[in-house]
């Protein structure tokens, strides 16, 4: 059983940054990659980013460019720098990490809150 413990949401001004964090433990080693995704109320989870253990890294469309995901590999641990934050961005993020054919792992989510 893999276990994902978030950090780092809050309320910001448009234009603004954040930072979320999110360390795993128990079966670390069966995780295949670490990312996040994000859902808005009555919307459906979205991917926001996520890499692999090799380092490949995959982002949304809208988010490339101002989101830059990280990881910490000796430490399980993923991050995800938001910069030049909207107001579209308000949503709960969700810490991710793909376990191949034990599933999925999710984190308890992060309110992001951006102000206009």
């Known amino acids: 059983q893999v276990r994902l413990v978030e950090s780092g949401g809050g309320l910001v001004r448009a234009g603004g940054s954040l930072r979320l964090s999110c360390a795993g433990s128990g079966s670390i080693g069966s995780i295949k990659a670490m990312g996040w995704y994000r859902q808005g109320l009555g919307q459906q989870r979205e991917l926001v980013a996520v890499?692999?253990?090799?380092?490949?890294?995959q982002y949304a469309d809208s988010m490339e460019g101002r989101f830059t995901i990280s990881r910490d590999n000796a430490k399980y641990t993923v991050y995800l720098q938001m910069n030049s934050l909207k107001p579209e961005d308000t949503r709960v993020y969700y810490c991710?990490?793909?376990?191949?054919?034990?599933?999925?792992?999710w984190g308890q989510g992060s309110q992001v809150t951006v102000s206009s």
């Open positions: 890499m692999t253990n090799s380092g490949t890294t």
């Open positions: 991710n990490a793909d376990l191949g054919v034990r599933g999925q792992a």
